[in-house]
């Protein structure tokens, strides 16, 4: 099965940058190496049921506690969502 009839099967977009050049997917790349170097290495779930709620353990900390230095060392619900 091709990944575009995949992608229509479960409803799940995958938008691909320009072939070839990897700054084009930057902050996806950084998200992921994110992901899996700070939140899987010590939160490494046992099944998919675990994976799902994992994962939206990951959400809130990357928004709600996780500094980021591109953000002057603050978080982004701080920066983008605030009163």
């Not at 290495?41 to 506690?65: A, C």
């Amino acid at each position: 099965m091709e990944w575009c009839e995949y992608e229509e099967i479960r409803g799940v977009s995958c938008p691909h940058g320009p072939s070839h050049t990897p700054e084009a997917q930057g902050l996806m790349e950084r998200l992921v190496k994110t992901l899996k170097e700070e939140w899987l290495m010590w939160k490494e779930p046992k099944n998919i049921l675990d994976m799902q709620s994992s994962l939206e353990g990951f959400r809130k900390w990357y928004n709600e506690v996780r500094d980021h230095s591109s953000l002057g060392y603050r978080v982004p619900k701080e920066v983008h969502y605030a009163a």
